[in-house]
């Protein structure tokens, strides 16, 4: 059975916060830092880390501070970095806590997946990322891509319009963006814009590629999967036109 906890962790800066970690119950592939939108609660954490535990990685979820309601009576300390960077100081402590199992990838989820873009070119030790309806990514996409990078985009999404999504991946070719038709944003949370059809499908598509970059298997060809597998299977070949993000950018 798979084993669970919660573990105290220690940012370079010496403060400290807490994590959930899920341990597979035979000897771990990988593991995989799991970044939350923010009203993601614990039953769909659970949920999470039990698909993911279930394919033999270890899961790990920090309760990043710098997310969470100061309390009423804190004052801001001159001690403390800015919260982007305690973000990330953190994001950075619970990625090492876990190299012990092999290589590692990060998801996140809404919020969390924004995160998770930014900390794949800036958090040290990543084999790859992973972003479900990340907010605040296509309007600053930022610099090149330096890990392997795979994105979900609902095309019926209210708060990442889908029209910017295709210009963010016109400017990013590196990046291997799928969308999919009538998902709203949080197509794959608790709430009632959940898609079973498009979250199974995101699903599959992020078990191959986090195997493919954390477990080392083959390159593999999916459809649609983007810059990265694709260039690893067949570099003169072209991408189809009928992919599920329409149209391809050229």
Same mark, same amino acid.
């Given at each position: $059975?798979?084993?669970?906890s919660?573990?105290?962790l220690?940012?370079?800066d010496? /403060?400290?916060?807490?994590?959930f970690?899920?341990?597979?119950?035979?000897?771990?592939r990988?593991?995989?830092?799991v !970044?939350?939108?923010? =009203?993601?609660?614990?039953?769909? !954490?659970?949920k999470v880390?039990?698909a993911?535990?279930?394919?033999?990685y270890v899961?790990?979820?920090?309760?990043l501070?710098? $997310?969470?309601?100061?309390?009423?009576?804190?004052?801001?300390?001159? &001690?403390?970095?800015d919260?982007?960077?305690?973000?990330? &100081?953190?994001?950075?402590?619970t990625?090492?806590?876990v190299?012990?199992?092999?290589?590692v990838?990060?998801?996140?989820?809404?919020?969390?997946g924004?995160l998770?873009?930014d900390?794949? =070119?800036?958090v040290?030790?990543?084999?790859?990322?992973?972003?479900?309806?990340a907010t605040?990514?296509?309007?600053?996409?930022?610099a090149?891509?330096?890990?392997?990078?795979?994105?979900?985009?609902?095309?019926?999404?209210a708060?990442?319009?889908?029209p910017?999504?295709? #210009?963010?991946?016109?400017? /990013?070719p590196e990046?291997?963006?799928f969308?999919?038709?009538?998902?709203?944003?949080?197509?794959?949370?608790?709430?009632?814009?959940?898609?079973?059809?498009a979250a199974?499908?995101?699903?599959?598509?992020? !078990?191959?590629?986090?195997?493919?970059?954390?477990?080392?298997?083959?390159?593999?060809? !999916?459809?649609?999967?983007?810059?990265?597998?694709?260039?690893?299977?067949?570099?003169?070949k072209?991408?189809?036109?009928?992919?599920? #993000?329409?149209p391809? #950018?050229?």
């Amino acid at each position: $059975m798979p084993t669970e906890s919660t573990i105290k962790l220690t940012a370079g800066d010496g /403060h400290t916060f807490q994590a959930f970690r899920a341990d597979p119950a035979e000897s771990p592939r990988g593991a995989i830092v799991v !970044l939350p939108d923010d =009203n993601d609660g614990p039953r769909r !954490l659970r949920k999470v880390a039990d698909a993911f535990t279930a394919s033999g990685y270890v899961v790990i979820t920090p309760e990043l501070s710098a $997310m969470a309601e100061p309390a009423p009576d804190s004052e801001p300390s001159a &001690a403390l970095p800015d919260p982007a960077e305690r973000l990330l &100081a953190e994001i950075q402590s619970t990625v090492d806590s876990v190299k012990e199992c092999g290589k590692v990838a990060v998801i996140g989820y809404g919020a969390g997946g924004g995160l998770a873009y930014d900390a794949a =070119n800036r958090v040290s030790g990543l084999a790859c990322a992973v972003s479900y309806y990340a907010t605040g990514v296509v309007e600053a996409a930022g610099a090149k891509r330096k890990v392997p990078t795979l994105l979900h985009f609902g095309e019926a999404d209210a708060v990442v319009p889908f029209p910017a999504v295709s #210009m963010f991946r016109a400017h /990013h070719p590196e990046v291997s963006a799928f969308s999919y038709p009538h998902a709203a944003h949080d197509f794959d949370g608790d709430g009632d814009t959940y898609d079973e059809a498009a979250a199974a499908l995101a699903q599959q598509r992020t !078990l191959a590629w986090i195997s493919q970059y954390v477990v080392g298997q083959p390159p593999i060809s !999916l459809k649609n999967a983007g810059a990265y597998a694709l260039a690893k299977v067949d570099k003169k070949k072209k991408k189809k036109a009928d992919d599920d #993000m329409g149209p391809p #950018m050229e």
